[in-house]
């Protein structure tokens, strides 16, 4: 979350950060993808750059709440936010391991 850079701004905007657990790093593929880099790739092999966060919009975002659903891509998940203003947003991401059915503890790490 950003706060807005005015005093009478209340709201400011979010950000969803994508980065591995064990690393914080953004993963080669991305958790949000990738996108063209345009020549402008800091190594010359490389033709994209992983997306590392997506922008939510206005306002405080809440805890994301990932919906697993159909899966027609292995561990590709929709993460779901609601902002203070009231708007639901639904971004694609894709999970470096894959995902599971069931209720997993923070403390507990499946490595299945």
């Known amino acids: 979350f950003?706060?807005?850079?005015?005093?009478?701004?209340?709201?400011?905007?979010?950000?969803?950060?994508?980065?591995a657990f064990n690393s914080g790093l953004v993963p080669p593929r991305g958790i949000f993808g990738t996108e063209p880099c345009g020549g402008s790739c800091p190594d010359e092999t490389v033709e994209a750059i992983a997306i590392g966060s997506?922008?939510?919009?206005?306002?405080?975002?809440s805890s994301p709440s990932i919906h697993i659903g159909n899966q027609e891509v292995p561990g590709k998940v929709t993460v779901i936010v609601q902002q203070s203003t009231g708007a639901i947003t639904g971004n694609q991401a894709q999970t470096i391991t894959g995902i599971s059915n069931g209720?997993?503890?923070?403390?507990?790490?499946?490595?299945?």
């Not at 997506?54 to 975002?61: C, I, M, R, T």
Request: net charge negative; glycine share 16%; with cysteine.
């Open 2 to 19: 950003t706060p807005a850079t005015t005093q009478c701004g209340g709201e400011g905007t979010s950000r969803l950060l994508g980065r």
């Open 54 to 61: 997506e922008y939510l919009g206005s306002g405080l975002a």
């Open 103 to 112: 209720e997993v503890s923070w403390q507990e790490y499946r490595s299945e």
